[in-house]
């Protein structure tokens, strides 16, 4: 049991890190934080497409593997 939490626990690290490298930038680095960066906070602009959906599987995956690392620590005894 505890290999196969373990597999799927590479396997969530792998897609979450794919997946927030697929983002795009909120801002344009140091300037648009300084600049521009809080229109975007507090905005009502939402994501759209691709991003919304690329938001929805980072929420999905991070869930994912806090309860797979609980699971791993919990089946390792």
Do not use: N, P
């Not at 909120?26 to 809080?38: D, N, P, R």
């Not at 975007?40 to 919304?52: E, P, T, W, Y």
């Amino acid at each position: 049991m505890h290999g196969v939490f373990v597999t799927l626990l590479v396997i969530v690290c792998i897609a979450l890190i794919v997946v927030v490298l697929l983002q795009s930038g909120k801002s344009a680095g140091l300037s648009g934080a300084i600049s521009g960066g809080a229109e975007q906070l507090f905005g009502k602009q939402k994501a759209r497409g691709l991003d919304a959906v690329l938001h929805r599987i980072t929420v999905v995956l991070a869930v994912l593997f806090f309860v797979l690392t609980i699971a791993v620590s919990y089946f390792e005894l």
